[in-house]
């Protein structure tokens, strides 16, 4: 029986929808329990804030004291009972006439207090912090400033229950494409066989470039895209967009410049708006008039003249050729056209007969495989079972790799015919291509078009990745064209080789294991089995065959173009640039079936498939020959420099995870102010863990001495006030560390000298990182240093550290919607982060802060009452409160205002809280809710409960007043004093604050007035009837209300005035501001900066320790470099191949003319095995 293997590559989704198909055999795999959803259900992910925790452990507390008071309840009852040699009138005996003795009373009496004292545990501020959660979130969904008018989004608020902790950040962990840049992906220079094309005019067209808003954008590209390719663009819209393009275009340069107009750039693309990476940013590519100059020269002569002869301009003609064949091919995009009616595919017998055997079910797969749904009106490749070279070949059809036998020269090759549903059995598609094969010594397998395409047809590119789309329009700029792509084969139209159709035979995709990606195709000219594969440098360079076994007689042409191309390669890093290495691989027949022998026993195992496959495609990928590199531009958002300098201010350490290499890693860093030009760059490259481990040693030892150096330098200076946005000492140092190193540094042994490491440093980047290596990076910093931390990203790779982190901040970006599903709460550009943690987190944290200690304070005030009344009762738990009144104090007069307190409360203004960061640290660091906070709340608590307790007590001692009397006025003065305390603590009293408080003051008297009127009628046995209104017309109710709410608030008014005028903190002077006029604000908001600023450059003082210091105590394997990463002019090269200096990263290069001599440092340390 024929093993047929399935891979990912034949699994249709749920929600899928399956185009030019009348029929499909299928089986049904991972559903029920075995979905991945299920599977990845490990039940409720539940994050709880660093807030909750601690009031759990405050209520903890609260539950001592309450088990305490009872303690002393049930014992001061015992002792009261036992005063009486007789039985008292009061105490009721038993039925059996006995009475409890004391110690059985005291007993009863402590569940009897917990009852009575039960309202200790505040069990109503749970509900309120619910209510208090849901208004910030609230306010902070409709906040304008996080509009994003491109992307017509907001922010998204995904968990209600941690709202708080964005005022306690202290790590963020940021991905970088996508989060920190726009992910739109811009060619900007290549290089082929070791020639660099630096793209000038494309890079000018660049920086001129302003996209307008996506509604003129949008109908632009739609004029553009249904007008006819020669006709000029109709409207103010579509001139707005194709004049700046047709400035810049190539009509103004030499050569051969008319088969590039705009008319293929503009109106080739229908509906681009609508479209993924498809921004005319990224589409409009300007071709270099060099490389464009030797294209134009590409004939298909030549083409096969540069196969069979050695000579350089032979061998440069393949390189290009092959260089843009490899953009165009190798990749994953798909081709569409506007306008394209569905099509029928027309079927044999066998849809049309049920299925009688396994073979005609493996017969079906091989037809109906669905390995790539494309939408080309173009007719895929059909062989015969007559041109199959064996039986082999045809088992792995579903896979589409098909193998053409070389000795079939002159065999027509069939194409396969598919009509349309208006004529499914006569009608052609317009546009179908004839493959003809000639015999030896002709020209071999040349695809010529057998309807004269005229005018060039639509097409629209949806690509998987922006890296894709723009190397594919970056080869349409050049005229190599992508057109079709169906299952079985690629057609690109190539100008001077004309169409070409190239059988694809496989495609092994990206992984982050093998770091590139192969396409296996058979060439159409020289009919040969090719390999073009792209990947990063670090692992391409590697894979590359020696240049004997290459080209025996071009063994220094190729070294030269390997050394060469290195070279580009790191300019491009340096430039911020993300690379690409481009390489081919010719194979002969017997070579490549013998891998497709392997392929398919790997393909077609069950055990250790994975690795089987992973080992084939190694196999595939050797001997590879370097055609050329490519260098994209991924454009920082807007605001990330401003966003990520406000946060360290902040006293927030930014870590960047990314998987791009380090060259390309630092220098955005650099470019979004991640690193400062006077920063001291310790780069930690090992490839042992005893080595990882020497080295940070050394990094520690020589961060130590600079910082004590530093420490005696300042001191020197004078006793300046530490900045706010000081950090740990050596905060000027930057660490940067790849992805192999990291294997050693998570490792058990290496965890804690790592983070001290971290500690020392104010930035740390992580470049070739990995998804797991991100996660498992968040969990160490937050399980180890007990910080709060947030993680960032945009795409399915970030998940997994946005799950782990205390915060998770999601980007809806070009990546797809997975890290938005995981987050916390979701924003369309990273400046966001700004405003959400500066203002809405500390804010929100600073709120819920001060209402839980008003909530504590309040209870434990309130039950006080009650406790004090037990030692003037013989602790019997009586309530000198009617029940009624007991009840609802807490649960309607006083429940309101801290609500609003919570919600609307602000003792800063955004405008002020964007300006200073600073004050962020006074909700990062609790200040308001620190252990000391509460207990002297409660000990704030204590004293105004004495007050309110014993200032009536005295003024009604010696009455005849009954015990409703009494406790009516101590009622009364409880609530002014709660209410009053909360107007001191209030930060900005609104007219809601008003509204709320007298309303809560009014419906007390309104229902103790309607109560005591009504009362005797509800419950006889009480003794409640007119006492409010008694008190109404007695003045001494008044006046012990009055001095009662004085005394008790006294002290704490008086602290709070001291305090803001003698030892005023950051908040409170930042209060202040709002008071003065605009000009006066912005001036003492410039003096502040200032101050901040002086203190900052007083820890940043150079001296006079040597950089090299924790490298001469290294070994001599190890070597330490000084470069200035970001400050050194790039080269370029110009149009005669010169080499010339010009600046780049303006920002970065404004800051340096500025400064003199070396103020960065960058020492690597390396180990070697």
């Known amino acids: 029986m024929d093993r047929v293997g399935l891979s990912k590559e034949n699994l249709l989704l749920r929600g899928c929808t399956v185009r030019n198909t009348e029929a499909v055999v299928g089986i049904v795999v991972y559903a029920g329990h075995e979905t991945k959803a299920m599977l990845n259900n490990s039940g409720p992910h539940y994050k709880r804030s660093k807030l909750e925790r ?4 405050d209520i903890l507390w609260c539950v001592l004291l309450l088990l305490l008071m009872c303690l002393t309840g049930a014992i001061g009852h015992g002792l009261w009972l036992s005063r009486y040699s007789e039985i008292p009138f009061f105490n009721i005996p038993r039925p059996d006439g006995k009475s409890n003795p004391p110690a059985l009373a005291g007993f009863y009496m402590f569940w009897t207090m917990i009852i009575l004292l039960q309202v200790l545990i505040p069990v109503s501020l749970y509900v309120s912090i619910e209510i208090v959660k849901l208004g910030q979130i609230y306010l902070i969904q409709n906040d304008i400033d996080f509009y994003h008018e491109k992307t017509d989004s907001s922010i998204q608020c995904r968990a209600l229950n941690i709202a708080e902790d964005l005022g306690q950040i202290q790590y963020i962990f940021s991905d970088k494409t996508g989060t920190l840049t726009e992910n739109k992906m811009v060619f900007r220079r290549c290089s082929i066989a070791g020639q660099e094309y630096c793209h000038e005019e494309n890079a000018k067209r660049l920086e001129s470039y302003q996209e307008i808003d996506s509604e003129d954008e949008d109908s632009a590209c739609c004029q553009c895209g249904s007008s006819a390719p020669t006709s000029q663009c109709q409207g103010h819209n579509c001139r707005a967009v194709c004049e700046p393009l047709k400035r810049k275009s190539l009509n103004q340069l030499s050569g051969s410049n008319s088969a590039f107009k705009r008319q293929d750039e503009a109106g080739d693309i229908p509906n681009s708006g609508h479209m993924a990476f498809s921004s005319p940013i990224e589409t409009d590519v300007v071709p270099d008039t060099q490389l464009l100059e030797k294209f134009s020269q590409i004939s298909f002569h030549s083409y096969q003249q540069s196969e069979e002869a050695s000579s350089e301009f032979s061998l440069e003609t393949m390189y290009i050729t092959d260089f843009f064949l490899a953009l165009a091919i190798c990749n994953t995009v798909v081709v569409s056209g506007p306008n394209q009616t569905r099509q029928k595919m027309r079927l044999s017998s066998l849809s049309r007969m049920p299925i009688k055997s396994l073979e005609e079910i493996r017969q079906m797969f091989q037809r109906f495989s669905v390995w790539r749904l494309s939408s080309s009106p173009l007719p895929s490749v059909k062989e015969s079972s007559s041109e199959s070279p064996n039986t082999f070949v045809r088992k792995l059809s579903i896979f589409r790799m098909k193998l053409a036998s070389p000795t079939l020269d002159g065999d027509a090759q069939r194409i396969s015919e598919p009509h349309t549903i208006d004529s499914p059995e006569n009608s052609q598609v317009p546009g179908e291509l004839h493959v003809e094969n000639v015999a030896a010594g002709g020209e071999p397998n040349r695809a010529v078009s057998s309807i004269e395409l005229s ?26 064209v992508l057109q079709a792509r169906t299952p079985d084969q690629v057609t690109v139209d190539f100008a001077g080789l004309g169409p070409l159709t190239f059988q694809l035979l496989h495609i092994l995709p990206f992984d982050s294991l093998r770091k590139r990606m192969s396409v296996v195709v058979r ?15 670090s692992v391409m360079m590697d894979l590359l065959g020696s240049a004997s076994e290459v080209h025996s007689n071009n063994s220094e042409i190729e070294e030269k173009i390997k050394e060469r191309t290195q070279q580009h390669l790191d300019e491009y890093a340096r430039r911020g640039l993300r ?10 027949d017997a070579e ?21 496959l992973l080992q084939s495609a190694m196999r595939l990928e050797t001997k590879l020959t370097l055609l050329g590199a490519t260098g994209i531009e991924d454009r920082l958002q807007e605001g990330v420099p401003d966003t990520i300098q406000a946060l360290r201010k ?40 005893d080595a990882c481990a020497l080295v940070m040693s050394k990094i520690l030892e020589d961060i130590q001495k600079n910082a004590s150096v530093k420490k005696t330098h300042s001191e020197k200076l004078g006793n300046v006030s530490a900045s706010p946005s000081t950090q740990a000492q050596g905060f000027n140092s930057g660490l940067v560390i790849d992805g192999r190193t990291l294997e050693h540094v998570l490792h058990d042994s290496l965890q804690n000298i790592f983070l001290e490491l971290t ?30 931390t947030l993680a960032v990203g945009d795409g399915a790779n970030d998940v997994s550290m946005i799950q782990v982190a205390d915060t998770g901040v999601g980007i809806s970006g070009q990546e797809g919607m997975q890290a938005v599903m995981a987050s916390d709460f979701a924003i369309s550009q990273f400046r966001h982060l700004r405003k959400l943690l500066l203002v809405h987190g500390h804010w929100c944290c600073t709120r819920l802060t001060n209402m839980v200690l008003y909530f504590f304070y309040k209870n434990v005030t309130y039950v006080n009452l009650l406790f004090w009344y037990q030692f003037f009762c013989g602790f019997s738990g009586t309530s000198m409160t009617d029940y009624w009144i ?49 207990w002297i709340t409660l000990l704030d608590a204590f004293y105004q409960s004495l007050v309110c307790f014993f200032v009536p007590y005295f003024t009604y001692c010696g009455s005849d007043i009954d015990i409703f009397s009494f406790g009516n006025p101590i009622n009364t003065a409880a609530l002014f004093i709660m209410l009053f305390h909360l107007l001191i603590e209030c930060k900005s009293v609104t007219w809601i604050h008003a509204v709320v408080i007298v309303g809560s003051i009014l419906f007390y008297f309104v229902f103790t007035l309607a109560v005591g009127a009504t009362y005797k009628t509800h419950n006889p046995q009480s003794d409640f009837y007119w006492i409010m209104e008694k008190h109404m017309t007695d003045p001494v109710f008044y006046l012990v209300c009055l001095l009662t709410t004085c005394i008790a608030l006294l002290p704490r008014y008086l602290i709070r005035v001291l305090q803001g005028t003698l030892f005023p903190s950051p908040v409170l002077r930042a209060k202040c501001l709002v008071r003065l006029s605009p000009r006066e604000q912005r001036k003492e908001i410039k003096r502040w900066k200032d101050e901040c600023n002086v203190n900052y450059r007083v820890e940043l003082q150079p001296t006079s320790v040597a950089s090299s210091s924790a490298a001469g105590a290294v070994s001599e394997e190890e070597r330490t470099d000084s470069v200035l990463p970001s400050k050194t002019p790039f080269q370029t090269c110009s149009r005669d191949g010169l080499l010339k200096n010009t600046s780049f990263l303006p920002d970065i290069q404004d800051e340096s003319e500025s400064t003199s001599g070396l103020n960065s440092e960058e020492t690597e340390f390396t180990k070697g095995n």
């Not at 060439?523 to 440098?537: E, I, L």
Request: proline share 5%; net charge positive; glycine share 2%.
């Open 54 to 57: 601690k009031v759990n452990t």
């Open 455 to 480: 005018p060039t047809p639509k097409l629209c590119y949806e690509a998987e990745s922006p890296d894709e789309a723009a190397l594919v329009h970056a080869a349409r700029a050049y005229k190599c």
């Open 523 to 537: 060439h159409p000219v020289s009919n040969q089995v090719v390999v073009y594969t792209k990947g990063a440098d």
């Open 579 to 588: 690379t690409l290495c481009i390489a081919k691989k010719v194979m002969s």
């Open 592 to 612: 490549y079936a013998e891998w497709l022998n392997h392929r398919f026993l790997a393909e077609t195992s069950i055990d250790n498939r994975e690795d089987l």
């Open 650 to 689: 902040a006293g927030i350490k930014i870590w960047m995870l990314t998987g791009d290499k380090r060259e390309t890693a630092v220098n955005i860093a650099y470019a979004c102010k991640l690193l400062e030009p006077e920063d001291r760059i310790f780069t930690l490259k090992s490839q042992t863990r």
């Open 759 to 788: 500690e020392k440093c104010r930035a740390v980047v992580c470049c070739q990182a990995t998804p797991l290596q991100k996660s498992v990076l968040v969990q160490l910093v937050r399980n180890k240093l007990k910080a709060m």
């Open 886 to 934: 007991l009840i609802l104090f807490n649960l309607l007069f006083t429940s309101v205002p801290p609500i609003i307190y919570g919600v609307l409360d602000k003792d800063v203004s955004a405008e002020i809280l964007m300006e200073l960061p600073q004050l962020y640290t006074m909700s990062q660091k609790s200040v308001a809710y620190l252990p000391s906070a509460f």
